[in-house]
């Protein structure tokens, strides 16, 4: 990824701004706020397993996030938590994603490794997330990992051992531990569609899946078995199950969006490349009966941006965000569908170049905007 970097000193320039831009930004008062709220009442009541907010249970996150919080803020004190928790736990995954976007596509696509960095560099909405405080960046990047080890295994079959299987089955349970069921569900998925596509799904034996599961079930169990010895545990495990799991992807009580939610806003929220990604999704879908024709790359980027983008949509519980960990199957996708469109269309390079040339104008008129914002929309 730095040999790629190198080469674009206006990426490298974008790169190190958004390394400061966090030190322009001041926590927003509806989730940000409320994350440095938890680690304070962790800090004061010592409660490491169970959560609170404002003196409630707080059972809507698993607590591997608040955890690393609370140890920025015990190394840098309070002053700077919130600056660096945004570049440790979110810019520096942001990071990593890409890293191991690049070294999949070592794999798979090894001369589009430009290409791709310049695709996602050039999205404001996944820079802007970059440095935003949530934990949907660091379940992205554990999901991001088992997958690219999936890749590597596929692809080094005689090197598959007990350890490299460890780490793998360990970042899926990390994931989990981030955020959520997802940070499980969406990997497996994944891997599961594209070895269905390759016609290939006894892989799953080289990957010891049933004692993967096992070591899955024992890090479950010895969770909740911490939990139930805490205080309010068995009714954290309560809400932690039910409310909070199966509640969002049923009947959500929050954030509850129509099925069509996230095709609306996917023109702004993977601006410039929405329309792209919008007309490789129907393609492939309605061309479905021709998968053995596909690359193995074109069936990697429909596993990882198609059928999980579907099962988010059936999800009750709808946020722009949830769609970061398919972000990468998005813009793998859509540099399938550019280099395909612009074999006809040759005027579509002339257009993106110009979009991007506005976009690298607008990152860097951002600490002006947030200097602006904090001054006078701050209160």
Not at 126 to 132: E, K, R
Not at 368 to 376: A, K
Request: aromatic share 22%.
């Amino acid at each position: 990824m730095l040999r790629e970097l190198k080469k674009n000193k206006i990426l490298i320039a974008i790169l190190v701004l958004f390394l400061i831009l966090p030190f322009f930004r001041i926590p927003d008062l509806r989730n940000e706020m409320k994350y440095l709220d938890i680690v304070q009442e962790i800090v004061d009541k010592k409660s490491y397993w169970v959560l609170y907010y404002q003196g409630e249970l707080y059972p809507d996150k698993p607590p591997l996030y608040f955890w690393l919080l609370t140890v920025i803020y015990k190394i840098f004190g309070e002053d700077l938590l919130f600056p660096l928790s945004l570049i440790f736990l979110s810019y520096l995954p942001f990071l990593s994603i890409l890293g191991l976007a690049c070294w999949q596509l070592n794999y798979l696509k090894k001369e589009w490794r430009d290409k791709f960095l310049l695709y996602s560099f050039t999205i404001p909405y996944l820079m802007g997330i970059s440095i935003f405080l949530r934990m949907d960046m660091l379940m992205a990047f554990f999901i991001t990992l088992s997958l690219s080890l999936f890749i590597y295994f596929y692809f080094n079959q005689s090197k598959i051992n007990n350890i490299k299987l460890f780490f793998l089955y360990l970042s899926i349970f990390l994931g989990i531990f981030t955020k959520g069921a997802l940070g499980g569900i969406l990997p497996i998925l994944i891997i599961y569609i594209f070895l269905y596509l390759e016609n290939n799904l006894k892989f799953f034996n080289m990957l010891h899946w049933k004692r993967g599961l096992k070591f899955l079930l024992f890090c479950f169990l010895l969770w909740f078995f911490i939990l139930s010895l805490q205080s309010d545990g068995i009714k954290y495990i309560y809400f932690l199950l039910g409310k909070q799991t199966i509640g969002r992807a049923y009947n959500s009580y929050s954030h509850a969006r129509p099925f069509y939610y996230y095709f609306i806003y996917l023109p702004l929220t993977f601006f410039p490349y929405g329309i792209l990604y919008i007309y490789g999704f129907f393609k492939y879908l309605i061309n479905l009966e021709k998968r053995k024709t596909w690359t193995l790359f074109e069936k990697w980027a429909f596993s990882w941006s198609i059928p999980p983008f579907i099962l988010l949509s059936i999800i009750s519980g709808k946020l722009q965000i949830y769609l970061l960990p398919l972000y990468i199957g998005m813009i793998f996708l859509s540099l399938i569908v550019r280099e395909k469109l612009i074999k006809k269309y040759k005027f579509i390079i002339l257009v993106e170049k110009k979009i991007q040339k506005c976009i690298y104008i607008l990152y860097f008129f951002l600490p002006i905007g947030l200097l602006i914002h904090n001054n006078y929309f701050v209160q």
